[in-house]
């Protein structure tokens, strides 16, 4: 009997955390609040998604465990809706969808990214973000890629109402591949000029080298944004 209870309290403990391996979504997964999560490897790459969302697929009302693996990964049109990501692994999400592709994320929040929240991969696709919110430290709030197989661009951040705790930079563009970050209403912790970097250019490559920084810039065409859209609190 004993041993039936602890197995009992075994699968509710396995079920609260959700499945262990990838769930993909091509309509829409309310998840109602609960947790889900897989296991992280670090830092590495290839790691797989805690949900894989299809073209034209909603995810929405999800709290992804803490080292839970490479978060969620957007194959095209997609919308992430009031998620928390209690501590990210790698990335909280990667955009992999490509030309006229957006990813919208609307609310919801992210903890503690050692690297970037936000990752975008997919050429000539649109990450907007409105709404949401960073607790914790974190590397970047996004980055376009700098450095992916067949790379280029232009990858576009429409980026707006949202509210970061602590940062080394906000949002980091290709500009010589034609990359925008517009920047809108975005408040930062204690915030002063320069600390953090919001919109830093970077001169992007292919597979195999490492992009270079350019440097933080105030209304350029890839850094669309002014010292008024920014504001301490």
């Known amino acids: 009997m004993k041993t039936l209870r ?23 997964f ?11 490897a670090g830092s590495s790459e290839s ?9 034209g697929a909603t995810l929405r009302n999800v709290v992804i465990t803490k080292n839970a693996a490479d978060g969620v990964h957007c194959e095209g049109n997609c ?24 990813m919208r994320v609307r609310g919801g929040s992210a903890a503690n990214a050692s690297d970037k929240v936000f990752q975008h991969n997919g050429k000539g696709s649109t990450i907007s973000i409105d ?3 960073t607790k914790g430290s974190i590397g970047k709030l996004y980055r376009s890629c700098g450095n992916c197989e067949s790379n280029g661009g232009p990858r576009r951040l429409n980026l707006a109402n949202t509210k970061i705790e602590k940062a080394s930079e906000v949002a980091g563009v290709n500009a010589n591949f034609g990359d925008v ?21 970077y001169k992007g ?29």
Do not use: H
């Open 181 to 201: 970050a517009t920047i809108r209403t975005l408040q930062i912790k204690g915030y002063k000029a320069g600390s953090p970097k919001v919109c830093v250019e």
């Open 79 to 102: 919308n992430i809706e009031n998620v928390v990501w209690q501590d990210v692994c790698e990335d909280a999400a990667t955009m992999k969808g490509g030309s006229g592709k957006i």
């Open 47 to 55: 790691q797989q998604p805690v949900f894989l969302l299809k073209d």
């Open 131 to 133: 709404g949401f919110q």
């Open 6 to 28: 602890a197995l009992a309290a075994l699968a509710l403990s396995c079920a609260a955390l959700g499945a262990s391996a990838t769930t993909t979504v091509t309509g829409t």
């Open 205 to 233: 490559v292919q597979k195999g080298s490492e992009s270079t920084k350019v440097g933080e810039k105030w209304g350029t065409t890839a850094c669309n944004v002014r010292t008024s859209d920014v504001k301490a609190y």
């Open 30 to 40: 309310d998840g109602g609040g609960k947790s889900y999560g897989t296991s992280c």
